[in-house]
């Protein structure tokens, strides 16, 4: 209260002092007098009681992601002195330990690392991709693409992306990045109330697999119970057999051997040569520039960061402070703008070495700017107008997860991978201990049996052998207009994963919301053809300005799970997204 | 039997297969993908305060086997050590119990008292003015604290285990200190002026030329573990005979305080019958005066009911307007009636009948907003400062431990007792110093809250128990002064009337209006389009800081849900067991 009052002083203050002001420098002089004592009174004032959410805060490091137990795995190996990639490769592989449905060595992802020294952003493609046998016939069946089983398992990436991180940028040694993802797995540890319900949520795929049946489940087909401890000696087993050799011995060696034998005898299509050619990829990030802020991404085979970047230069020619925060206009404006992103997506994305995707095109500015004439501020554009012709869906699971690392000397790793669907094919490796995804869905299997232009049609994304399927990943990083690393963020959440970041995003830049708010705030996705989403929280009075506008609001479950660091007036802030249960923030 | 029998009796038989199935999916704790938030969940009992680390000690008591009371005299005297701000063993407050052999609630009082010269002009100055120095830094400002007296008579009566068993964690972080959050860090930083210029505060609560703890670095309390130790060896009495009594009184007098000897010797807990409400089928359950807060809850409870909240729908015009025309009414009310009951006349049976609420309703329209000025021509409230504590507990054998407690600032008045560690509160400030005259905030007095010799001050604390079907439901309480009242009210709305899950229930935005001054708060996290439309209506509206510190939990079936509010960092929620 007493702040308020000193605010309420400190205002009249200024306007007096101001009032009296009449030469122009002598107003620039004392304003900035102002704004340093206001630095001063304030300066050990990080927390903002104006917020009723506050981010983790710390000065040197920190690591958040989407599971504690992995999350203080990352904040020991910080605290032992590795660097962010190294946290960050401790963090991938513990998170296969601990998080099961979407971390993982069996699946495959992006990672971007922000290198202090040089300041400059290097990106990973681990994504998984697709052995050389695999046809679009394969996949299509009567009910729909195949879902789950060996059929749909892609050449894994996710080892060969950390472990190629880890020797160009880290620290320490890998056995010492791995020693707290093999001791989880060996000790185990408690299965939560979240872990069994999703357990019992996603066993379709699951109880139709010997091994991930007898691993997670009872014989009676019901899941590990909560507060039981979870041990994995195979998976340990693997896990040590990697901290001891490397990759090699998942590409070419033992742990390949269990996966060809696994495959083979169960309709697969992995081979040796599929995994001896797999390799993770350098790729140029992508940028833009939002209000000043610059954004970087994914490029191609994620196609998220395309549509990111595409929905804030959309955005970029509309007043959205003036609009406010989660407003029906403001609303209406992301949603428009993210139909037009999104429209794009469908012809346009697709693996860079196997197509070419007109990136500077769909980012040009002058581009957006057409796109964002043709948004009328008062009544939604049909969908029709937008795209022609039904548009069928890649279904593309919400199960993926992000973690955000940054060291003491301000180096950065921005990771997301996934299995594709929670728990991914439900295939566990019997004598590795491991789930595999089941990415192979992700690609455009409809490409030349229709004529109909949609996500699952399109010749970006079809089907070739050694070919990664496109994905939205994000992982994503913003700098301040002064250049300084601001923002370390990414999330899961399918096709809604460069919505949900745009929506971040823009809730600090133009809402100015305090960090933990930004992500904590509900958020609303648009889909191409399909009715606006809003996850719980928006006003009533909200809800029908937008029907008045012309949308049809339907409730969603939640969205997305934004584990970020924001940086700022020289502390690190750490926001876990609650949305999913467990999620952690760490730091010192 | 014909077609149409036939595929009734399908019908029927598929109902029934498919809601067997929702009835057994309906005993797990469901985790709710639709929220952004989600509770503790747990079985074994839970505590929930503004400080993890003392919700641990509470939990580590019942996971011995202590009761709810065991576990909520440890924690509170815990909080007294790691949330010097609120946590107390100089101020005062209000236990809820409600105890499953008795199968009855209590009130206890432990609210502070004024000393015997206390006199209702103590802080009028010379030309008759309003003295805030005097009111609120001074050691004037102390009442005779209750605290200490008011735990010990809960666990003698309530609770099962020793005194010293509860004593102990407490002790142990004294003596062996705790890490400093960021929280702490930063308060003791905004307030180093005013709490370095004492000498034994500074000496406690800061380094060496009066440097502030950062965060991460651990804090050694010496004094305050000789305190904890006296009491131990000695019970209360230590505190209001032996030799922690004899310290307070020395200090008094060498600077020109109230207390004596008599005063300490005098202090009473006093046992009070809750009041009692009721809302759409459940029991309101709540804190009496010296408080405030109980009586005028349950009134706004009494004046929504009549009306769909929910179909209004949360965070919409329609229903902050409603709920703010009901808080003016009761806040009205409120400077008009309450006060300290063994001292005056409280209507309380008046302020909680459904028909007084329905006839307060006539008043108030949907459309427009109504006038502060046209409400009563009363006198509005001595201002309460937000930094007050609550902490929640439930047990496995249904026992219930509601207990808000404050210095009444943030550190009370600033004043340590040399040699105890014991920080004074600042209580006498929640008197009405002078009747027509504005204090701190602007707020004015009126009688029936004057300042007069052994009488508690009035407050708003609301430790609160919700009963379903007889059995406790949902515990709840928060600081936050004058806005305790509304903060209770909308959590327990938003549980029983929006069905939000318990953290969801807590974390959502508040509003707040006390009938004078004539604004509506508003917390952020509200939409733009709702404030326009509020506007329209004719409501003042200003943007706040964040409101009270709710510390929750709710019991269903075997599991406890533990909600702690972000609002204050640090605040945590613990399970006996998962």
């Given at each position: 209260?007493?702040?308020?009052?000193?605010?309420?002083?400190?205002?009249?203050?200024?306007?007096?002092?101001?009032?009296?002001?009449?030469?122009?420098?002598?107003?620039?002089?004392?304003?900035?007098?102002?704004?340093?004592?206001?630095?001063?009174?304030?300066?050990?004032?990080?927390?903002?009681?104006?917020?009723?959410?506050?981010?983790?805060?710390?000065?040197?490091?920190?690591?958040?992601?989407?599971?504690?137990?992995?999350?203080?795995?990352?904040?020991?190996?910080?605290?032992?002195?590795?660097?962010?990639?190294?946290?960050?490769?401790?963090?991938?592989?513990?998170?296969?330990?601990?998080?099961?449905?979407a971390?993982n060595?069996?699946g495959g992802g992006f990672m971007l690392?922000?290198?202090?020294?040089?300041?400059?952003v290097s990106a990973i493609d681990y994504r998984s991709a697709a052995p050389v046998t695999a046809t679009s016939e394969m996949y299509l069946t009567?009910?729909g693409v195949v879902r789950f089983?060996?059929l749909v398992n892609a050449v894994p990436g996710s080892?060969a992306g950390?472990?190629k991180?880890?020797?160009?940028?880290?620290?320490?040694?890998?056995?010492?990045?791995?020693?707290?993802?093999?001791?989880?797995?060996?000790?185990?540890?408690?299965?939560?109330?979240?872990?069994?319900?999703?357990?019992?949520?996603?066993?379709?795929?699951?109880?139709?697999?010997?091994?991930?049946?007898?691993?997670?489940?009872?014989?009676?087909?019901?899941?590990?119970?909560?507060?039981?401890?979870?041990?994995?000696?195979?998976?340990?087993?693997?896990?040590?057999?990697?901290?001891?050799?490397?990759?090699?011995?998942?590409?070419?060696?033992?742990?390949?051997?269990?996966?060809?034998?696994?495959?083979?005898?169960?309709?697969?299509l992995i081979?040796?040569g599929d995994l001896?050619n797999y390799s993770a990829k350098d790729r140029v990030p992508i940028e833009s520039?939002y209000?000043?802020?610059?954004i970087v991404s994914m490029p191609p085979a994620a196609s998220g960061g395309i549509v990111l970047l595409q929905i804030l230069n959309i955005l970029?020619?509309?007043?959205?402070?003036?609009?406010?925060?989660?407003?029906?206009?403001?609303?209406?404006?992301l949603s428009e703008a993210m139909l037009r992103a999104y429209s794009d997506r469908m012809k346009y994305h697709g693996d860079p070495d196997y197509f070419n995707v007109p990136i500077d095109g769909l980012l040009d500015k002058h581009y957006a700017k057409e796109r964002a004439?043709s948004i009328?501020?008062?009544?939604?554009t049909p969908s029709e107008d937008i795209f022609p012709g039904k548009i069928p869906f890649i279904d593309e699971s919400p199960d993926t997860?992000h973690?955000?690392?940054?060291?003491?000397?301000?180096?950065?790793?921005s990771n997301t991978y996934t299995l594709g669907s929670?728990?991914g094919s439900?295939?566990?490796?019997?004598?590795?201990?491991?789930?595999l995804n089941n990415q192979m869905r992700n690609f455009s299997h409809l490409y030349g049996k229709s004529d109909e232009l949609s996500l699952s049609t399109s010749s970006a994304n079809k089907l070739e052998p050694g070919k990664r399927m496109i994905s939205t990943q994000t992982p994503t990083l913003?700098?301040?207009?002064?250049?300084?690393?601001?923002?370390?963020?990414g999330s899961p959440g399918g096709g809604r994963i460069p919505n949900i970041l745009a929506?971040?995003?823009?809730?600090?830049?133009?809402?100015?919301?305090?960090?933990?708010?930004?992500?904590?705030?509900?958020?609303?996705n648009q889909r191409v053809g399909k009715?606006?989403?809003?996850?719980?929280?928006?006003?009533?009075?909200?809800?029908?300005?937008?029907?008045?506008?012309?949308?049809?609001?339907?409730?969603?479950?939640?969205m997305g799970?934004?584990?970020?660091?924001?940086?700022?007036?020289?502390?690190?802030?750490?926001?876990?997204?609650?949305?999913?249960?467990?999620?952690?923030?760490?730091?010192? | 039997?014909?077609?149409?029998?036939?595929?009734?009796?399908?019908?029927?038989?598929?109902?029934?297969?498919?809601?067997?199935?929702?009835?057994?999916?309906?005993?797990?704790?469901?985790?709710?993908?639709?929220?952004?938030?989600?509770?503790?969940?747990?079985?074994?009992?839970?505590?929930?305060?503004?400080?993890?680390?003392?919700?641990?000690?509470?939990?580590?008591?019942?996971?011995?086997?202590?009761?709810?009371?065991?576990?909520?005299?440890?924690?509170?005297?815990?909080?007294?050590?790691?949330?010097?701000?609120?946590?107390?063993?100089?101020?005062?407050?209000?236990?809820?119990?409600?105890?499953?052999?008795?199968?009855?609630?209590?009130?206890?009082?432990?609210?502070?008292?004024?000393?015997?010269?206390?006199?209702?002009?103590?802080?009028?100055?010379?030309?008759?003015?309003?003295?805030?120095?005097?009111?609120?830094?001074?050691?004037?400002?102390?009442?005779?604290?209750?605290?200490?007296?008011?735990?010990?008579?809960?666990?003698?009566?309530?609770?099962?285990?020793?005194?010293?068993?509860?004593?102990?964690?407490?002790?142990?972080?004294?003596?062996?200190?705790?890490?400093?959050?960021?929280?702490?860090?930063?308060?003791?930083?905004?307030?180093?002026?005013?709490?370095?210029?004492?000498?034994?505060?500074?000496?406690?609560?800061?380094?060496?030329?009066?440097?502030?703890?950062?965060?991460?670095?651990?804090?050694?309390?010496?004094?305050?573990?000789?305190?904890?130790?006296?009491?131990?060896?000695?019970?209360?009495?230590?505190?209001?005979?032996?030799?922690?009594?004899?310290?307070?009184?020395?200090?008094?007098?060498?600077?020109?305080?109230?207390?004596?000897?008599?005063?300490?010797?005098?202090?009473?807990?006093?046992?009070?019958?809750?009041?009692?409400?009721?809302?759409?089928?459940?029991?309101?359950?709540?804190?009496?005066?010296?408080?405030?807060?109980?009586?005028?809850?349950?009134?706004?409870?009494?004046?929504?009911?009549?009306?769909?909240?929910?179909?209004?729908?949360?965070?919409?015009?329609?229903?902050?307007?409603?709920?703010?025309?009901?808080?003016?009414?009761?806040?009205?009310?409120?400077?008009?009636?309450?006060?300290?009951?063994?001292?005056?006349?409280?209507?309380?049976?008046?302020?909680?009948?459904?028909?007084?609420?329905?006839?307060?309703?006539?008043?108030?329209?949907?459309?427009?907003?109504?006038?502060?000025?046209?409400?009563?021509?009363?006198?509005?409230?001595?201002?309460?400062?937000?930094?007050?504590?609550?902490?929640?507990?439930?047990?496995?054998?249904?026992?219930?431990?509601?207990?808000?407690?404050?210095?009444?600032?943030?550190?009370?008045?600033?004043?340590?007792?040399?040699?105890?560690?014991?920080?004074?509160?600042?209580?006498?400030?929640?008197?009405?110093?002078?009747?027509?005259?504005?204090?701190?905030?602007?707020?004015?007095?009126?009688?029936?809250?004057?300042?007069?010799?052994?009488?508690?001050?009035?407050?708003?604390?609301?430790?609160?128990?919700?009963?379903?079907?007889?059995?406790?439901?949902?515990?709840?309480?928060?600081?936050?002064?004058?806005?305790?009242?509304?903060?209770?009210?909308?959590?327990?709305?938003?549980?029983?009337?929006?069905?939000?899950?318990?953290?969801?229930?807590?974390?959502?935005?508040?509003?707040?209006?006390?009938?004078?001054?004539?604004?509506?708060?508003?917390?952020?996290?509200?939409?733009?389009?709702?404030?326009?439309?509020?506007?329209?209506?004719?409501?003042?509206?200003?943007?706040?800081?964040?409101?009270?510190?709710?510390?929750?939990?709710?019991?269903?079936?075997?599991?406890?849900?533990?909600?702690?509010?972000?609002?204050?960092?640090?605040?945590?929620?613990?399970?006996?067991?998962?």
């Open positions: 209260m007493e702040l308020q009052i000193l605010d309420a002083l400190r205002q009249e203050l200024l306007l007096l002092v101001l009032r009296q002001m009449k030469d122009r420098y002598s107003i620039v002089f004392f304003s900035l007098l102002l704004c340093l004592s206001n630095n001063t009174l304030f300066a050990q004032t990080t927390l903002d009681y104006d917020n009723r959410i506050h981010p983790e805060l710390a000065q040197d490091y920190m690591v958040v992601s989407q599971n504690h137990h992995s999350t203080d795995a990352g904040y020991q190996i910080l605290k032992q002195g590795g660097n962010a990639i190294d946290a960050a490769v401790a963090v991938g592989f513990a998170l296969a330990v601990t998080l099961p449905r971390g060595i069996g690392i922000y290198s202090a020294d040089s300041q400059e009567e009910s089983g060996h080892v950390l472990i991180a880890h020797k160009e940028y880290g620290k320490l040694s890998l056995k010492e990045v791995l020693r707290p993802a093999i001791q989880l797995a060996r000790k185990g540890f408690p299965v939560s109330y979240d872990l069994n319900y999703v357990l019992d949520w996603g066993k379709n795929s699951m109880l139709a697999n010997n091994a991930s049946k007898k691993k997670f489940y009872n014989p009676k087909d019901k899941p590990l119970p909560v507060a039981s401890i979870l041990k994995q000696p195979k998976l340990a087993r693997t896990l040590n057999i990697i901290a001891n050799k490397g990759d090699q011995a998942f590409y070419e060696g033992e742990i390949a051997d269990w996966i060809v034998e696994d495959s083979l005898a169960n309709g697969g081979t040796k001896a520039f209000r000043g802020y610059k970029e020619n509309f007043d959205l402070t003036k609009s406010g925060h989660n407003s029906a206009s403001s609303i209406h404006l004439k009328n501020s008062k009544v939604k997860t973690f955000s690392v940054i060291d003491s000397d301000g180096n950065a790793v929670s728990f439900g295939v566990t490796v019997p004598e590795g201990g491991f789930l913003v700098f301040s207009p002064e250049g300084d690393l601001m923002m370390i963020l929506q971040v995003i823009s809730n600090v830049i133009d809402h100015k919301l305090g960090f933990a708010e930004a992500v904590m705030a509900p958020r609303i009715n606006l989403e809003l996850e719980s929280g928006f006003s009533p009075d909200t809800i029908e300005l937008l029907k008045v506008i012309g949308h049809q609001p339907k409730p969603s479950t939640t799970s934004v584990q970020a660091i924001f940086l700022s007036q020289g502390y690190i802030h750490g926001v876990s997204d609650t949305r999913r249960p467990g999620a952690k923030a760490k730091g010192n | 039997m014909s077609k149409i029998i036939y595929s009734r009796i399908t019908f029927l038989i598929l109902l029934l297969f498919v809601s067997s199935i929702g009835a057994k999916t309906q005993d797990l704790p469901i985790i709710d993908y639709s929220s952004i938030t989600h509770p503790e969940i747990g079985t074994g009992g839970m505590v929930v305060s503004q400080r993890k680390i003392a919700s641990e000690v509470g939990a580590q008591i019942l996971r011995e086997g202590g009761n709810a009371v065991d576990a909520a005299v440890a924690t509170a005297l815990a909080l007294a050590v790691v949330l010097p701000r609120a946590g107390n063993l100089g101020g005062g407050g209000f236990m809820l119990i409600y105890s499953e052999e008795l199968k009855k609630t209590v009130a206890i009082d432990y609210r502070e008292m004024a000393p015997l010269q206390a006199s209702r002009d103590m802080f009028l100055d010379s030309n008759g003015n309003y003295d805030r120095k005097k009111a609120q830094f001074s050691l004037l400002s102390a009442g005779v604290p209750g605290t200490v007296a008011g735990l010990h008579y809960a666990l003698k009566k309530y609770g099962t285990l020793s005194w010293e068993a509860v004593i102990d964690p407490a002790i142990t972080l004294a003596e062996n200190g705790f890490e400093v959050p960021h929280d702490l860090s930063s308060v003791l930083s905004n307030y180093r002026n005013r709490l370095t210029a004492n000498e034994a505060t500074s000496r406690a609560y800061y380094k060496i030329n009066k440097v502030p703890y950062r965060a991460g670095e651990i804090i050694k309390l010496p004094d305050l573990a000789w305190s904890l130790k006296e009491l131990k060896k000695q019970g209360p009495a230590a505190f209001y005979k032996g030799k922690i009594a004899e310290k307070i009184v020395a200090e008094m007098e060498r600077n020109g305080g109230l207390i004596t000897s008599e005063d300490l010797a005098n202090y009473k807990v006093k046992e009070r019958v809750p009041v009692k409400g009721t809302y759409k089928g459940y029991e309101i359950v709540s804190m009496p005066p010296s408080s405030s807060g109980g009586v005028h809850l349950i009134q706004m409870l009494n004046m929504l009911e009549p009306f769909s909240l929910k179909e209004m729908g949360f965070g919409s015009a329609q229903s902050i307007h409603l709920m703010s025309e009901v808080m003016k009414r009761a806040y009205a009310d409120r400077s008009r009636y309450l006060g300290d009951t063994d001292f005056v006349s409280v209507p309380l049976r008046g302020l909680t009948n459904k028909e007084y609420a329905k006839a307060l309703l006539k008043e108030i329209s949907l459309t427009e907003v109504s006038s502060s000025a046209d409400i009563s021509n009363g006198n509005p409230l001595p201002y309460e400062s937000p930094d007050t504590t609550h902490f929640s507990v439930m047990d496995a054998k249904g026992n219930v431990v509601a207990n808000t407690y404050t210095l009444n600032f943030s550190y009370g008045s600033g004043i340590v007792i040399p040699g105890t560690g014991i920080l004074m509160n600042n209580e006498m400030d929640d008197f009405s110093s002078k009747k027509g005259v504005p204090n701190a905030y602007g707020l004015v007095g009126f009688e029936a809250n004057e300042i007069q010799a052994q009488k508690r001050p009035l407050s708003s604390m609301t430790p609160t128990i919700v009963f379903k079907d007889q059995k406790p439901y949902l515990v709840l309480g928060s600081p936050g002064g004058s806005r305790i009242i509304t903060t209770v009210l909308q959590v327990a709305i938003n549980v029983l009337e929006h069905d939000m899950n318990l953290k969801q229930a807590v974390i959502s935005p508040r509003i707040h209006h006390q009938w004078l001054p004539d604004v509506l708060l508003m917390e952020e996290g509200f939409s733009s389009d709702t404030i326009a439309l509020l506007k329209e209506k004719g409501h003042t509206i200003r943007p706040s800081r964040t409101m009270g510190s709710v510390q929750a939990i709710i019991s269903k079936d075997k599991y406890f849900y533990g909600a702690a509010d972000p609002r204050r960092p640090e605040a945590g929620a613990v399970v006996v067991s998962p």
